[in-house]
């Protein structure tokens, strides 16, 4: 059973992930092709999602980030508001198994530990997490290694300049 916390934070974070992501999109330059509140046609497909991307309705999103984005990669389990919402952001723009490994880098550097990294949150990586007294750190962490790869992103393929300046305004250094 879902604790009603764990609803509460998804929902707030959920509704600041749909201003970031916007409505529908179709940019020529997308790799992810067609969205709608984030959400690409390939995901919305894997979710059960037949229509046209153009209706996808902000209650099937919500269930699709719920399930994919929120459960499977136990950014649930993270109860630090400002660490699960930069993680479900990031994982939302460049895919949870990133951020689960952005998570862990994170953790590494700020807490000197040797987590495995392997985008997967498990024992281990909860336990080094809830250890570490350095939160802020691993918040700017996270926020470091993702501005990186947007930086890798575009250096590897010119075209997602075009998508650069809104990536970064994902970008936080200091945490809320």
Request: hydrophobic content about 35%; proline content about 3%.
């Amino acid at each position: 059973m879902v604790e009603p916390i764990d609803m509460d934070m998804f929902e707030n974070i959920f509704n600041h992930i749909i201003t970031l992501e916007g409505a529908y999109s179709n940019h020529r330059y997308d790799r992810g092709g067609e969205t709608k509140f984030g959400i690409t046609e390939t995901t919305a497909r894997r979710n059960g999602y037949r229509g046209a991307m153009y209706d996808l309705s902000l209650q099937k999103a919500r269930e699709i980030y719920y399930q994919e984005y929120w459960l499977e990669p136990g950014f649930n389990k993270i109860k630090e508001y400002s660490i699960a919402k930069e993680l479900f952001e990031q994982g939302v723009n460049l895919g949870p198994h990133e951020a689960v490994k952005n998570f862990q880098k994170s953790i590494n550097y700020a807490c000197r530990n040797c987590l495995l990294v392997d985008g997967i949150i498990g024992s281990k990586t909860l336990a080094a997490y809830k250890k570490c007294p350095n939160k802020n750190e691993i918040y700017v962490l996270l926020n470091v290694f993702q501005a990186q790869k947007y930086i890798s992103i575009v250096k590897n393929n010119p075209s997602q300049r075009a998508f650069l300046k809104g990536w970064l305004k994902r970008v936080n250094l200091t945490k809320e």
